[in-house]
């Protein structure tokens, strides 16, 4: 059985990742609606992978006796200045994650609950490799700056930079 502090700061990570998803999504609808078409695709296919993570997490809980708690998602923000807005967005928003996720592992080796800390370690090499990618599409945006051209070819190329990503993690 899973114990009280741990099961809530495991609802509380659900919320986190479905927020998480829905950031994603808005990122995408904007990055499309601008023509965006690589970066949009790359932004669904997170808000995808966001979802899992938040599925992963309720399956966890209910397969050790608790009860996963389905909160309401918060409305994201809609509108960026540019892709490298919405990068920078990315980027922070990973990093808080990664300390949520820092502060469950340090409660689970508190509360002595390994088998919680065992499965959250996955969410750990995961968040590495989240805000690995987002500074590396920061440095990229950075080389190009307001090169018109550079975007184009970037926006071309972001959906296979997100491949190679995950072939070397």
Request: net charge negative.
């Amino acid at each position: 059985m899973i114990k009280d502090k741990i099961l809530d700061a495991l609802n509380k990570q659900i919320k986190l990742e479905g927020d998480s998803s829905q950031l994603y999504l808005a990122m995408a609808s904007w990055a499309e609606v601008k023509g965006l078409e690589g970066s949009a695709n790359f932004l669904y296919a997170h808000a995808d992978e966001e979802r899992t993570h938040m599925l992963k997490l309720v399956k966890f809980i209910n397969e050790r006796g608790g009860k996963a708690f389905v909160p309401q998602i918060e409305e994201p923000k809609q509108d960026f200045a540019s892709l490298k807005d919405v990068f920078t967005a990315i980027l922070n928003h990973e990093i808080f994650v990664s300390e949520s996720i820092n502060d469950i592992v340090g409660l689970t080796l508190e509360e002595r609950d390994y088998t919680t800390h065992n499965f959250m370690q996955w969410y750990v090499s995961e968040q590495i490799e989240e805000e690995r990618l987002a500074r590396t599409i920061l440095d990229k945006l950075n080389m190009i700056g307001e090169d018109k051209g550079g975007l184009y070819l970037f926006d071309r190329d972001i959906v296979s930079m997100d491949v190679a990503a995950n072939t070397t993690a």
